[in-house]
């Protein structure tokens, strides 16, 4: 190795014996722990993602609907030597005694899966083995979930519908379970030679049916083409290359949110990094004069500077990536539930990009005030009031905002997206910096009447007034979205949840046939309950305006889906109370059949206008109709509502069921118990019990940014430790100046420690207010709720400011007050 | 022991001796300095560069624990006590004049002179402070920070603030050693005027002849010895 090298390696090692790294080192390290956690969690899930998406079908080719597939694909598969299989999924209620559950009903024949296989348990989360066949007729294996939520154990016996099965195993894993992140109801695996018995399908019921195909990959593709131009209108094919973009998708996404997340920790470790380097830089200031006195070329100090920067950015990133790994252990705990459970190992990805973030922190942040030094005047070395020209402040500027946008252009993938953020983040900043700046300001007015201790550690706020606005904004920033998250969201799904009426709608009936309306009708009127039942035809568009929906480019990924999928269509005499007509007339009464009322929103996604004609397909008949009115619906308000509401006269000749809602008080429990009993085909779902589900699934989500928001505060000591080495020395001195003229230790702390506790409120003053008016903001634009401010979040924000920074303050400065004056007073 | 506690010694040392490690062995710096100092008198530190004048008063004012010997300070063992006992000692008894001032540069003017009464728990800091201010010439500067201040002004602050407490002591380490001759002198006349009002003890470390012979007596360090 050549001389500069070799020269800057030992120096950092040198260095780092000595301590005088530690806070360079602490700032990269936090950086990429942060980013390296979230890098190991998400590589973690895409493995498990990748080894999975071979068996995400149970079979090479699957072809879905919502009705019924006719038989003669199975035959032509047979025909072409391929094996088959076939499943058919709803839901339905569980009754076990007195207790009731929703559950996913998935029905399957004897050859399933065709790839991958099931495992099932002896106990709920027992040890788990590889099942060779599919649950005997009259037998069922159910999730650990469902067998909890009913309260029983295998050999229990289960309704149902109309049907009795007896739950044999536990249902360890299947293939084909999926990969969604909210999966909310847990699974019961039947035979589906048991389904007609229980009398759960009728027409119009909501039933998924799949044809599952496995073979030699030629066989399948050539029975591809003769399938694929014969599928239904419903039907849809599906292969191993349509089931993967969707996970990738959601996967991208999840590591695109929690990259931001751990970027607020790399961007405040940055800052640290750059005011560690420049602390740095004047320290070689000395020994880069000798050397230049002795001979050595700028060349030759540029080379060790960059030799020293690589060195602290292998070490330190190391460092870094092994805390990364740590983290992400508890990353993986806390979303365990969503992201499914065991996860393979990580792979060597994230530890690359962890050295190179580590190398590009360096570049941009610290490089320049190194870069510097080798401009220092060998003078120096006679005159010790010659100190190396400061770096260009664009050189300084300009790297570090390159730096930024490059990382956040890294984590967000999207130029325009890139540039929205680092708005709003520059903003965010140049806001947290306007209020700390103020509060400082405020602060030091009252310095005059303070007693000494209070006076000393204002005065010292003032001086090092960009040194504190750095840290309240560091700080503040952290305190900040911990707040948002941990309190606002709280404070809106309460708000939410107050903004819905107690007697609210909790339960919804799916599934009631038309043949038994008339006696639930009178069951419900016969217990004096509003069951708001009303019909429901199932039905695709197919135009609109006169142009097929089919291969529409719509502006939203949601409106293609909303086009694509079977719709829900109901008829009204009446517009409902939650309802508002914002365009057109409702119809005259008696109204004119063919006529439709459009939700407005659906109409802005589809590009439906007044007077438009749309067409529908309803199991192969069609059916036309014009709309005479848009609506605006209140969703929340939990009674069944549709995109699309008819005329009387125009839906009645197609298949229906009935849904409806209603409110159960907590001990109503047995009406609904006496409702399936009687009609087993109907389904209820339990809105409480969703609601429930997705709480749980926001928590984890929110508690896991939340623990990757902690780096951020990580980041924030590491500025606090900057900032302090970096005023090390004024401190030291004006310590033993205090010292000497007689302060006491406990009084030079007392000191301190007011300064600290005072830039620690502020943050979390700051931090409070940020949060509010954050909060505000998502209420109104994101929710649609009125968001009352809460108080507490002052107390809280303050509190945890306080603790956070007047502890680590303390920790940072103990080393400093504590030098005997003689020495230090000496040095100056 | 009697005779240095006497009423009138405020200062005394016997055998007083500092010795620091360094790679060719220990090195002495103070060596065996007995000294007496009566209540108001002025005493005068000279010696050449590295003659250990710094360290003697370092020592004498308990800034710095000698390796052997001993030294009183108003009758006080100063090797008896702790760090934080001998900051309470001197924030009661002691007054410092330094070469370079050393103020507080994020306090202004009044509020560095505030300072050594606040540490010492004393009331009416504000008004004490700004009292001595003006008897210093600088009753236009008190909200001034140091870096707003000349030289010379600095200097009449930090004299201020070592007057301030009505100190039984006052050290003074090269107190123009900073200054312009015509400065130097305005300081210097200063310091002995205010030391006259108040009859505090001077000890003084200078380089400079002039000032040397305006205290009662002159004690010269060779190499660590008194000569």
Request: proline fraction near 5%; glycine fraction near 10%; charged fraction near 20%.
């Amino acid at each position: 190795m050549t001389g500069p090298l070799l020269q800057g390696i030992r120096s950092v090692l040198r260095d780092l014996r000595a301590g005088e790294l530690r806070v360079l080192v602490a700032a990269v390290c936090v950086a990429v722990a942060s980013m390296t956690a979230v890098g190991f969690f998400t590589d973690r899930v895409g493995q498990a993602v990748a080894m999975r998406s071979a068996e995400v079908l149970a079979a090479d080719l699957v072809v879905r609907s919502n009705r019924p597939i006719p038989g003669d694909y199975l035959d032509q598969a047979g025909e072409a030597g391929l094996a088959t299989a076939t499943g058919t999924s709803f839901p339905s209620v569980v009754v076990a005694g007195e207790r009731t559950a929703l559950a996913d009903i998935e029905a399957v024949s004897e050859a399933y899966p065709l790839r991958g296989s099931v495992r099932t348990s002896a106990t709920p989360y027992g040890e788990a083995r590889p099942e060779g066949g599919i649950p005997a007729t009259g037998e069922a294996w159910a999730d650990p979930k469902l067998l909890a939520r009913l309260d029983i154990l295998p050999g229990s016996v289960i309704g149902v519908g109309a049907l009795k099965l007896t739950v044999t195993r536990v249902l360890d894993y299947r293939p084909d379970q999926g990969w969604s992140f909210v999966d909310l109801a847990p699974t019961l695996l039947i035979n589906e030679g048991d389904v007609p018995a229980t009398g759960l399908i009728q027409p119009g019921s909501r039933v998924s049916y799949r044809q599952m195909f496995a073979g030699p990959r030629q066989a399948l593709e050539a029975f591809r083409g003769v399938v694929e131009p014969r599928l239904g209108v419903s039907e849809r094919i599906r292969d191993l290359q349509d089931a993967g973009p969707e996970i990738r998708r959601a996967l991208e996404r999840a590591q695109r949110f929690l990259g931001l997340a751990a970027l607020v920790a790399v961007l405040l470790g940055a800052i640290a990094v750059a005011m560690a380097a420049a602390r740095y830089a004047r320290r070689q200031i000395d020994p880069v004069a000798l050397m230049k006195a002795f001979g050595a070329r700028q060349t030759y100090l540029l080379q060790m500077a960059c030799a020293q920067l690589v060195t602290i950015a292998l070490i330190s990133g190391a460092l870094g990536i092994g805390l990364g790994y740590l983290a992400q252990a508890g990353l993986s705990w806390l979303l365990a539930d969503i992201a499914g459970g065991r996860l393979p190992a990580p792979g060597l990805r994230p530890m690359a990009a962890g050295l190179v973030l580590a190398l590009v922190v360096l570049a941009g942040f610290a490089l320049p005030s190194v870069m510097a030094i080798r401009r220092v005047p060998p003078l120096r070395v006679l005159r010790r009031d010659i100190t190396a020209p400061p770096p260009s402040v664009w050189l300084v500027f300009g790297a570090a905002v390159a730096t930024v946008l490059g990382l956040m252009l890294w984590q967000v993938g999207d130029l325009g997206l890139t540039g929205w953020l680092a708005l709003g983040v520059a903003g965010l900043a140049l806001a947290l910096t306007g209020a700390a700046t103020l509060l400082l300001w405020l602060a030091g007015r009252v310095r005059g009447s303070a007693g000494a201790s209070w006076r000393y550690a204002l005065a010292g706020l003032a001086r090092r007034r960009s040194d504190s606005i750095v840290q309240v904004v560091a700080f503040g920033l952290g305190i900040m979205v911990l707040l948002l998250l941990a309190v606002v969201r709280g404070d809106l799904l309460g708000e939410w949840r107050a903004s819905l009426p107690e007697s609210a709608p909790n339960r919804f009936l799916i599934n009631i046939q038309p043949d038994e309306l008339t006696e639930v009708e009178a069951f419900f009127a016969g217990r004096d309950a509003d069951a708001n039942l009303m019909p429901l035809v199932r039905a695709r568009l197919t135009h609109i305006e006169g142009r097929s929906v089919e291969g529409m480019e719509f502006a939203s990924d949601r409106a293609g889906r909303l086009a694509n999928r079977e719709a829900n269509l109901s008829w009204a005499s009446g517009l409902q109370e939650d309802n508002r007509l914002t365009e057109g007339v409702w119809w005259t009464d008696p109204p004119a059949p063919g006529q439709v009322s459009v939700e407005e929103d659906f109409a802005r996604d589809l590009g439906i206008a007044l007077g438009d004609r749309l067409e529908f397909d309803v199991a192969g008949e069609t059916f036309a109709a014009t709309v005479t009115s848009l609506r605006s619906v209140q969703w929340d308000s939990f009674r069944p509502n549709f995109f699309m509401l008819f005329s009387p006269g125009t839906l009645e000749a197609f298949p229906r069921t009935h849904i409806g809602s209603l409110h159960v008080g907590r001990d109503d429990g047995s009406l609904l118990l006496e409702l399936i009993r009687l009609f087993p085909s109907i389904t209820v779902i339990d809105i409480d019990a969703m609601l429930g589900q997705v709480r749980r699934v926001m928590d984890q989500a929110a508690m896991a940014v939340q623990y990757v928001f902690l780096f951020s505060l990580a980041a924030g000591v590491a500025v606090l430790f900057a900032v302090v080495e970096s005023g090390r020395n004024e401190r030291m001195f004006e310590s033993a100046l205090l010292r000497a003229l007689g302060a006491r230790r406990r009084q030079i702390l007392a000191g301190a420690l007011i300064e600290f506790a005072l830039l620690g409120v502020l943050a979390g003053l700051v931090a409070a207010g940020g949060a509010q008016v954050c909060g505000a903001i998502m209420a109104e634009r994101v929710f649609g709720l009125d968001y009352a401010a809460d108080p507490m979040l002052w107390l809280i924000g303050g509190a945890t400011g306080l603790l956070l920074v007047a502890g680590t303050g303390l920790l940072a400065t103990r080393s400093v007050v504590s030098q005997p004056p003689v020495t230090v007073l000496r040095r100056f | 022991m009697s005779e240095v506690n006497g009423r009138d010694t405020v200062l005394a040392s016997r055998g007083l001796t500092k010795e620091v490690s360094s790679p060719e062995g220990p090195l002495t710096i103070v060596s065996g300095v007995d000294l007496e100092v009566r209540r108001g008198e002025s005493v005068a530190v000279v010696g050449e560069s590295g003659a250990g004048k710094s360290t003697l008063l370092a020592l004498l004012a308990g800034l710095d624990l000698p390796s052997a010997g001993e030294a009183w300070l108003d009758g006080i063992d100063l090797t008896t006590l702790d760090e934080d006992g001998r900051a309470e000692l001197r924030a009661r008894r002691v007054g410092f004049v330094f070469q370079s001032f050393h103020l507080v540069p994020s306090l202004t003017a009044v509020e560095n002179v505030m300072l050594p009464l606040e540490l010492a728990g004393d009331r009416g800091a504000r008004e004490a402070a700004g009292a001595v201010l003006d008897r210093v010439g600088l009753a236009r500067r008190l909200h001034h920070y140091p870096r707003q201040l000349s030289g010379g002004e600095r200097q009449r602050v930090a004299i201020a603030r070592a007057f301030v407490g009505q100190p039984l002591i006052l050290f003074a380490d090269e107190p123009t050693g900073n200054l312009d001759a015509v400065t130097g002198k305005r300081i210097a006349d200063l310091l002995f005027s205010l030391n006259a009002e108040q009859g505090a003890t001077l000890i003084l470390v200078t380089h400079d002849q002039s000032l040397a012979s305006r205290c009662d007596r002159v004690v010269r360090l060779d190499e660590g010895r008194v000569a």
